[in-house]
């Protein structure tokens, strides 16, 4: 069974900028939830969609957005970026809303210039 | 919020050596789970405790939940150089909401030849 995979793997952007990235989470697995990890802040939980809707959302502003398709793949989305938000960007996905195990790709870095 | 906190940060140790990984906070969880980070990769889950006191073995390493569900300890016996990587611990703050882990801030450890 493939993995979580995440496009693309990295990303230099200008601040000011937009970005879109690109989660597919194992093949029956419903659940996506994104994290953002940096040196400083070590991992931080962004959101978590289920059934196309956004279940849970941790303490980030609204520049960060994220959706889920029929498919359950997902995207998120950082608008107007800032020095700050370079990092590297996680997506996890497990069977269901209440699973133990959450299985993660292997990110995206983002580097904002 | 929930606030994990990992000791030591950072470990350096020399291969045969044996080291322990505290996770400590203030919350009692209804879980906590123990990943292993290598570069350019995302967490891989090591393991799963549920059970106030329960100890779990895993070839090498050995990992603790505290009596109180506040704490958790990982050691590994007779480190080799691939057990190189970030340790991280989560947790989940009550049952049923796994998706919304809450990460501690990480041991980085270096296993030398």
């Known amino acids: 069974k493939a993995g979580v995979t995440q496009t693309p793997r990295y990303l230099i952007k200008t601040r000011g900028q937009q970005v879109t990235l690109s989660c597919s989470p194992i093949?029956?697995?419903?659940?996506v939830s994104w994290y953002q990890q940096t040196p400083g802040q070590g991992l931080q939980f962004l959101f978590e969609?289920?059934?196309?809707?956004?279940?849970n959302k941790g303490n980030f502003p609204g520049r960060f957005s994220g959706r889920q398709f029929s498919n359950s793949r997902s995207e998120m989305n950082v608008s107007t970026l800032e020095l700050g938000d370079s990092a590297l960007y996680l997506c996890?996905?497990?069977?269901?809303?209440?699973?133990?195990?959450?299985?993660f790709g292997p990110g995206t870095r983002l580097l904002v210039l | 919020t929930q606030l994990l906190e990992q000791s030591p940060q950072f470990l350096s140790i020399q291969e045969g050596e044996n080291l322990t990984v505290y996770c400590n906070s203030s919350?009692?969880?209804?879980?906590l789970q123990w990943y292993r980070q290598e570069p350019g990769e995302g967490p891989v889950l090591l393991v799963t405790?549920?059970?106030?006191?329960e100890v779990k073995k895993l070839k090498r390493l050995t990992f603790q939940f505290g009596d109180a569900r506040k704490d958790s300890s990982l050691h590994i016996t007779a480190a080799q150089p691939g057990d190189t990587g970030l340790y991280l611990c989560?947790?989940?703050?009550?049952?049923?909401?796994?998706?919304?882990?809450?990460f501690g801030t990480g041991t980085r450890l270096q296993v030398t030849l």
């Open positions: 996890a996905s497990s069977f269901g809303l209440a699973q133990e195990t959450q299985y």
């Open positions: 093949s029956g697995h419903r659940s």
């Open positions: 969609y289920f059934s196309e809707t956004q279940r």
């Open positions: 919350s009692v969880f209804s879980s």
């Open positions: 405790v549920v059970t106030g006191g």
């Open positions: 989560a947790a989940t703050p009550r049952a049923g909401t796994a998706s919304k882990l809450t």
